[in-house]
């Protein structure tokens, strides 16, 4: 990338859905023409797409093509060429199916071309006592249509039979405009024009660049392997441990495979090149010794060194409010990429120019803490517990990753800097908040919701958080999620379930309102006419709503419930400061009605 950047701020709301990932363009032009040209781009990616067709519905949704079996692990083989900007490429597919099928469907994204799909392997038999091994190499017959390949196995399989075959394929994949929102193949140079190349594909999925069962429902049980081919001047990285590095014969070119043992999702199986130096350190955290690693450009070394001194402390943060990392076998690391930064699992990729807050902005205001630690490594890392580890099965509720990873950022400022700053931090998120839509989005058509996911669903957490005025509670409630969903994939309704069985109380109508409408939730507060009472109701909020209050420094609860629309206290001289500051902590507004 160019050596000069502008930060687009989060105070223009046609780009608010892109800052929690923060943008940076090469300045080419002034500052004018490019706040014009963000915008023209920026509307255009964000349209709101209200009507589907078939193939949303046929990626979205696990349909009779795609439910009747489930995917134990991808062996993936890709080699890049940076001069076309192409791959050529091989999936080893393994599965499982859990009841009878025949026809499978893959995806696999224009212009990408299946070339063929082979049965490789040993058959086994026994003749005249001797165990005799004949070679198998059956082709399949396949169409591919649009996005979706259909592959017509020879048999039809039952419950437990296996389903191995290699899938090679070519082409020219998508190119990523503005990565990682744009997602696609990132074709870069570093500062010293040596290819400097990744992928970004989550919401544009993984079938972008390697066919799949693009569906964030199944997981590789058996995790994945990627084996990266480029020459010899570059190195590749990839998810987990560094398995081999081999030299291919008679040529300039190395490979290098990388092995993930765990569960991971599709689109965070991802290639790095580049003229990467690495350096390690470990962790002795709550299962054992993690190991740390660290990729950087070579002309980084010292910078990074310095900057990544945050992510010890960082995962201790974690480790003590989520449960130990979920992912120790196959370590953890950051990648230095050539975009701003993605959850990678146990590849972090990192693009903050080595500064604090968001490239050197606070995200929550002018509160100051966000410019206390570096943005990339806390929000990207918190996903390792909320996106990773625990993981939605449908898109629409990606906000379980997103609204858990943010109120990181609040539990990581309060675990160094105090309640005091963390409050203040999740406060000045606000300001980024729409109220576009609701949060979830429609279901079975691989589409989130508001990207309010993110900063009002942080907000609505600590409501919660507020409510249950327990912090142990809460901090067990928060472990038990990502030890009861370990490497799970889930739904809204098993996290909200969850959540309302371990704080005895049901925040049922708390999740309705934060999640499913636009709505503020109104407080409206008038004196009795004797002036020693207070009376107190919920406005602008669906039937029932009851998101208990605390006064009096956590000694007075209010509880509101279906039956009682209003609530009466004690009325004195500090009451109304009290009711007042519930809108700095509660994500509700505040309202006196004379």
Not at 291 to 312: R, S, T
Request: proline share 3%; with cysteine.
């Amino acid at each position: 990338m160019n050596k000069n950047f502008l930060l687009v701020t989060n105070y223009c709301t046609i780009i608010k859905h892109l800052l929690r990932r923060t943008l940076v363009l090469s300045v080419t032009m002034s500052n004018i023409f490019l706040f014009l040209f963000i915008t023209a781009t920026q509307a255009q990616l964000l349209t709101d797409k209200s009507t589907f067709t078939k193939e949303d519905s046929l990626r979205g949704s696990l349909n009779e093509n795609r439910n009747w079996w489930n995917v134990l692990r991808y062996n993936i083989t890709v080699k890049p060429d940076f001069e076309k900007k192409e791959i050529e490429g091989k999936v080893v597919l393994s599965a499982v199916a859990v009841k009878k099928g025949k026809i499978m469907q893959l995806d696999l994204q224009q212009p990408l071309i299946v070339d063929s799909i082979i049965r490789k392997g040993n058959f086994f038999t026994i003749k005249n006592g001797v165990r005799i091994s004949y070679p198998i190499h059956q082709t399949y017959q396949f169409t591919q249509k649009d996005d979706i390949v259909l592959v017509e196995l020879n048999e039809t399989k039952r419950k437990g039979d296996r389903i191995d075959f290699h899938i090679y394929y070519h082409g020219k994949p998508k190119e990523a405009k503005m990565p990682p929102w744009d997602g696609g193949w990132i074709w870069e140079k570093d500062n010293n024009g040596n290819p400097f190349v990744s992928v970004a594909v989550q919401g544009l999925g993984a079938s972008a660049w390697l066919p799949c069962k693009d569906h964030q429902s199944d997981e590789p049980d058996n995790g994945a392997s990627l084996t990266i081919i480029v020459p010899d001047t570059l190195i590749a990285v990839s998810n987990g441990v560094l398995n081999s590095v081999k030299q291919i014969s008679n040529s300039q070119f190395h490979s290098y495979t990388w092995q993930v043992k765990n569960p991971i999702n599709n689109y965070c199986i991802i290639p790095y090149i580049g003229k990467y130096t690495n350096f390690s350190d470990t962790l002795h955290g709550e299962k054992g010794i993690l190991n740390i690693n660290y990729w950087v450009l070579d002309y980084n070394v010292e910078k990074a060194k310095e900057q990544f001194k945050q992510v010890k402390p960082m995962l201790r943060a974690f480790e003590y409010w989520f449960g130990a990392y979920p992912f120790y076998e196959d370590g953890y690391k950051i990648v230095e990429a050539p975009h701003l930064g993605m959850e990678h699992q146990s590849a972090i990729a990192y693009g903050n120019q080595y500064n604090n807050g968001y490239l050197g902005k606070d995200r929550s205001g002018e509160t100051g803490w966000g410019l206390k630690w570096d943005f990339i490594i806390v929000h990207e890392s918190g996903h390792e517990w909320f996106g990773n580890n625990i993981t939605a099965k449908d898109v629409a509720d990606i906000w379980v990753h997103e609204a858990f990873t943010t109120y990181s950022e609040t539990l990581f400022t309060e675990y160094y800097y105090g309640k005091q700053a963390a409050n203040e931090y999740n406060y000045g998120q606000r300001k980024n908040i729409l109220n576009d839509k609701p949060i979830i989005g429609p279901y079975d058509v691989n589409k989130e919701g508001s990207s309010d996911m993110y900063d009002k669903g942080s907000n609505m957490i600590n409501s919660i958080r507020l409510a249950i005025n327990d912090d142990k509670k809460f901090r067990n409630i928060l472990r038990g999620l990502n030890k009861t969903f370990y490497h799970k994939t889930v739904t809204t309704k098993e996290i909200e379930d969850y959540i309302i069985k371990q704080a005895g109380f049901n925040f049922q109508k708390v999740f309705d309102q934060y999640l499913r409408t636009t709505q503020i939730p109104m407080l409206t507060y008038k004196i009795s006419d004797d002036g020693k009472q207070m009376i107190l109701q919920y406005q602008n909020c669906v039937q029932g709503f009851n998101l208990p209050l605390w006064l009096n420094s956590n000694t007075l609860k209010i509880v509101f419930d279906e039956n009682s629309k209003s609530q009466t206290i004690a009325f004195n001289e500090n009451t109304i400061a009290e009711i007042m500051n519930l809108e700095k902590l509660y994500y509700i507004q505040v309202k006196h009605i004379k």
